[in-house]
């Protein structure tokens, strides 16, 4: 039997369905989540299902979760976790109270959870294997459903741009466009950049530091986020800031979080960063992932690590 078709009996089998996905979460979390709620609300109406976790101002526009009050409504729920590699990042920890715990996501499998888990690195996106798993089962797809699924494909991929693309992505995509949502509004709403972001963009670029071993690296402070008035959850805005400039095959970004610690973004063209991304208490993807480090003391040994990973290329 598919995997497709297995996620489909489990799903048929509950009445309740609660749909989880990471903290501090991000456009493919959004989709992969709410889309995959829509879908089950569409093609299966007598269903309850909720889409639990944080609500976040730059994403109002592409859904919004249920409040979430008490954890007696996990009591017999299905669980679907989406777009989340280990279960310490699920955002609701009462994950494991339902009756049957599914993952769904397209990070590197470390740490496997769950009663049924499909887990595909070969996806660009959470939203695109749910998007993929509609198709294959035949599902009605509504607009509504296909916005913020085809809004998440684009995070994740940079818009058709990185993270394994195929052709199933495009026919993915194809489909989801084929709902006719309004596109161009939904790209006028999630690029639409204002003016402060810009000059921080380009006050980070005068500032960046590149090495020896072709690693670059900005750090964004808590000063030049007060200076231009952004929001903590809007750190992760600049993690591709460097991305296809000559001489850097690694670049880092170093931003500060509400709690004082700072956030890390990996990004390389060809070079393997998620092990680094792991050694500082992180992951992610092989080409794209993050950790958290608690001060600015270890900015420059995070650094020396990149540059050892560089150091063959260098050596040629
Ligand atoms: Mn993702």
Redesign the pocket.
Known sequence: MTIYKQIKDVIEKYNKIIILR?IIP????Y??QLGLKELIKTNYPNKEVYAFGEEIEYLKHAGKPDEFTDESIFNEALVIV??CGNVERIDNQNYDKGAYLLKI???PDATPYGDLSWVDVTY????EMVGDLAIQNNWEITPVAARVIYH?IC??SGRFLF?GLSPRTFEVAAKLIGTGFDVSEMYKTMYKRSFPVIALQSELIASAKVTDHKVGYVILTDELMKKYNLSYDENGKFSNLLKDIEGIDIWITFSIREDGKWRVEFRSNNLAINDLAVKWGGGG?KLASGAIIDNLDQVMQVVEDANQINNLLNDE
């Open positions: 990471h991000d456009g493919d979390s989709g992969s989406t777009d996501d397209h990070h660009t996106s959470a939203s998440g995070t994740d993270g993807h």
